[in-house]
């Protein structure tokens, strides 16, 4: 098994024991029993410790969704599908298990609250995910503003808040399903609705002419 299979093991069991139990819960002596691997060679990829294990959770995802979105979106030039296809992706990557349902607790639930913490020896960690997070953002905005270029979406909103009606929405439709699944509160909703209120909002939010 190579270096990065290694990582990303580590990152996966990381994962799940960070959702199910909470940052401040989780031990890396679990991490390291889930991932199969010791303790030591955890803390050879990640010497900062549990932070930097969460913090590159993040950077994983985002470089993977953002390598993903560049590859999709290349070929599709209408603003419409091209949105449609970013929310798809991202729906894709963060809902259609629980592994992944995980994920979008670990995102949305535990990173804010420690993502202020000081440390200045991960600063350049946090820096990917600013680098990332951003790559993201832009891609939202200039399809946004293709569209309200193009006369498609409606050009009398700012395409940065739209983007946040957006980047809200999906968030807590996510962690919603998340609630759902780990603490057994049905919400009122499912995976399908999510995928469903996305579309319409789309269209009726975004489009000028739904």
Do not use: H
Request: net charge positive.
């Amino acid at each position: 098994m190579n270096d990065l299979s290694k990582e990303n093991r580590i990152l996966d069991a990381a994962t799940l024991e960070i959702a199910e139990n909470g940052y401040a819960n989780a031990t890396m002596a679990r991490i390291a029993k889930r991932a199969n691997v010791s303790s030591g060679l955890i803390y050879f990829y990640f010497p900062k410790g549990k932070l930097q294990v969460l913090l590159s959770i993040t950077v994983r995802f985002w470089k993977i969704l953002n390598e993903r979105l560049e590859n999709q979106l290349a070929s599709i030039s209408d603003p419409v599908a091209r949105i449609t296809e970013l929310a798809r992706l991202a729906e894709f990557m963060l809902v259609r298990d629980n592994n992944r349902l995980y994920l979008a607790k670990v995102l949305i639930e535990e990173l804010p609250r420690l993502f202020m913490i000081s440390d200045d020896e991960l600063k350049d960690t946090r820096m990917e995910i600013t680098v990332e997070n951003r790559k993201f953002i832009n891609t939202i905005d200039t399809i946004i503003r293709d569209g309200q270029n193009q006369g498609v979406f409606d050009g009398s909103l700012k395409p940065s808040a739209m983007r946040q009606v957006l980047y809200g929405a999906t968030e807590m439709l996510l962690y919603g399903l998340f609630i759902k699944a780990s603490r057994n509160e049905d919400l009122g909703y499912g995976k399908a609705d999510v995928k469903k209120t996305l579309d319409s909002l789309i269209r009726k939010f975004l489009c000028k002419n739904p």
